[in-house]
C-alpha cells in the first residue's frame, strides 16, 4: 500500500440510495419517415437535381439514429437521381487524420454498405471566402466541389461558450466542415468571441458555397430523437437560434443543485464534446459558460473504448483512476486541445489504482466539516444517461421534497471488488 493509499485507508464513505429522475419522454417513433416528411417539403425537395453529387455531413459526437438519418437522406437523393457522399466534418477530431476521422465515421454505424454511399474521409480542405473582418474561411476540398451540401447535425447547448447558435448546424459549417486547418482558423480568437466567430464564419460559407440545405435533430433527455427539422439556408440563420431554446428545455439534468463530491463512472468524446458534459456537471473548462449543478470535487472513474483514447475532460476532475489514464492516447487528445486553444482539459489529475482510493480522495479533499458520512455525494453513470443515479444517504430528505425525483432503493453501502473497483451497492 502507498503512502496515499495509506493516508486514504480509513476515510468513510456514506451509504448511498437510488433515485429515478423523471424527464419528458416524448420522441419520434419512425426516424426514417420523419426525415422523409421534411425532405419532400417544397423548399426542400427542390433544390435536390438529377445527376448532381451532393455532399452529406456526419460529425464525431454520438447523435441518437445518426447513421439511420444519414442513410435515409442519402436514399432520398439517389430516388432523385442525385449522387450522394458521406464526409466526415468534425474539425480536429479523429487525431485530426483521414484514417482516424473515418474509424470513427465506422463506429457509429456509419458505413458505404449501410448507408448505400460512397464515404470519402480527407482532411483536404479549401478555401471559400473571408468574413466581413477579413479572416478567411475553408471547407473540405470535397464538399467544395460537389454540387450541393446537406449539412446534418444535432442542435444542443455548447459546452464552452454561449451564443444564439452553440452546437447545431451553424457550427459545424463553421468548424466541423472546416476539418483541423479550418477549425484552427475559428478558434484562433479563443471562445471568447466563439459566439461571434461560429455566425460569422457559417454565414460566408452559406454566401459562398452550395449549401442546399440543413437537417437540424434535437434529443431529449433519453439521448433520443425527439425531433427533426430541415432548413433552408435563410431558415438556418433564423431558426436554429429557436431550435436551440427547444434543445435547452429537452436536456437531462441532476435535479439537485449541489454536491461535494459528484462520481462519474466513465466519460468520452462519445457522450460528450468535453468527455462529461458540463452543462450537466459543472465542469466548465473557460469562462464563457457557467451556470447549474456544481459540486467541490469530481471523481471520473473510467474512458469509454468508443472514445478511441480522446481523454478531453479528464483535466476537469480532481481524482481519477490508473485505469482511465492508461487509455489515454495523446494523439487522439492533443490534436483537440491544439485546435480549440483550451489545453486544460486534458491535464492528468490525481490518479489512483482502484475507484475506491480515487472516491475516498475525492471525500478526502472536500474542504470544511463534511468528511464524514454527512457528506452529499451524488454518483452518476454519465452525462447522457442520468434517469438512475445515486444520491448519499444526508441528501435522502431533500430528494423526498424535489420534484421529479423518486426513491427507488434503499441505503446501501458502496461495494468494491477485489480489485477495489466500484461493482454495486450491496
Not at 166 to 185: F, T, V, W
Not at 250 to 278: E, H, Y
Not at 312 to 325: E, F, H, K
Not at 385 to 395: C, K, T, V
Request: contains cysteine; proline residues 4%; negative net charge.
Amino acid at each position: 500500500m502507498s503512502v496515499a493509499e495509506d493516508i486514504l485507508r480509513t476515510v468513510e464513505l456514506p451509504r448511498m440510495i437510488q433515485v429515478r429522475q423523471h424527464f419528458d419522454r416524448a420522441k419520434i417513433t419512425d426516424v426514417a419517415g420523419a426525415v422523409l416528411s421534411e425532405l419532400e417539403k417544397p423548399e426542400i425537395s427542390s433544390k435536390v437535381c438529377a445527376g448532381h453529387r451532393i455532399c452529406l455531413t456526419a460529425g464525431s459526437r454520438g447523435v441518437s439514429n445518426i447513421a439511420l438519418v444519414l442513410k435515409t437522406v442519402a436514399g432520398y437523393l439517389r430516388s432523385k437521381g442525385a449522387i450522394p457522399f458521406i464526409i466526415p466534418a468534425m474539425g480536429s477530431h479523429g487525431g485530426a487524420t483521414s484514417e482516424g476521422q473515418a474509424a470513427i465515421l465506422g463506429d457509429y454505424g456509419i458505413t458505404e454498405k449501410y448507408c448505400g454511399c460512397e464515404i470519402i474521409s480527407s482532411m483536404e480542405i479549401t478555401g471559400t471566402g473571408t468574413t466581413p473582418d477579413g479572416q478567411e474561411v475553408y471547407i473540405d476540398k470535397h464538399a467544395a466541389e460537389a454540387d450541393g451540401i446537406i449539412v446534418i447535425n444535432r442542435i444542443k447547448p455548447h459546452t464552452a461558450f454561449r451564443g444564439p447558435y452553440e452546437s447545431g448546424l451553424m457550427k459545424m459549417m463553421a468548424i466541423g466542415l472546416g476539418k483541423q486547418y479550418g477549425a484552427e482558423a475559428c478558434h484562433k480568437n479563443g471562445f471568447k468571441l466563439m459566439a461571434e466567430m461560429v455566425p460569422a464564419f457559417g454565414k460566408t460559407i452559406l454566401k459562398n458555397c452550395k449549401i442546399l440545405f440543413g437537417v437540424g435533430i434535437i434529443e431529449n433527455a433519453f439521448d433520443e430523437t425527439y425531433m427533426i427539422k430541415a432548413l433552408t439556408p435563410p431558415e438556418i440563420i433564423t431558426e436554429e437560434p429557436k431550435l436551440l431554446k427547444i434543445a435547452k428545455t429537452r436536456m437531462p439534468s441532476i435535479r439537485f443543485d449541489t454536491a461535494d463530491v459528484l462520481i462519474v463512472d466513465r466519460i468520452g468524446k462519445n457522450i460528450s464534446g468535453d468527455g462529461m458534459d458540463p452543462n450537466i456537471t459543472g465542469t466548465w473548462a473557460t469562462p464563457y459558460a457557467s451556470g447549474g449543478f456544481s459540486s467541490e470535487r469530481v471523481a471520473v472513474l473510467d474512458l469509454t473504448d468508443e472514445s478511441g483514447g480522446n481523454a478531453v475532460g479528464i483535466g476537469m476532475a480532481d481524482v481519477t483512476t490508473d485505469r482511465a489514464v492508461n487509455k489515454i492516447s495523446t494523439d487522439a487528445s492533443y490534436p483537440n486541445c491544439l485546435t480549440s486553444l483550451v489545453l486544460n482539459i486534458i491535464k492528468i489529475p490525481m490518479h489512483f489504482r482502484n475507484d475506491e482510493f480515487a472516491i475516498k480522495a475525492a471525500v478526502k479533499a472536500c474542504t470544511g466539516g463534511n468528511r464524514d458520512a454527512g457528506l452529499r455525494i451524488i454518483h452518476i453513470s454519465d452525462s447522457l444517461h442520468l434517469e438512475d443515479i445515486w444520491i448519499s444517504e444526508p441528501m435522502l430528505e431533500e430528494a423526498v421534497r424535489k420534484e421529479g425525483v423518486e426513491i427507488v432503493g434503499k441505503p446501501l453501502p458502496f461495494a468494491f471488488n477485489g480489485e477495489g473497483n466500484l461493482s454495486a451497492y450491496v
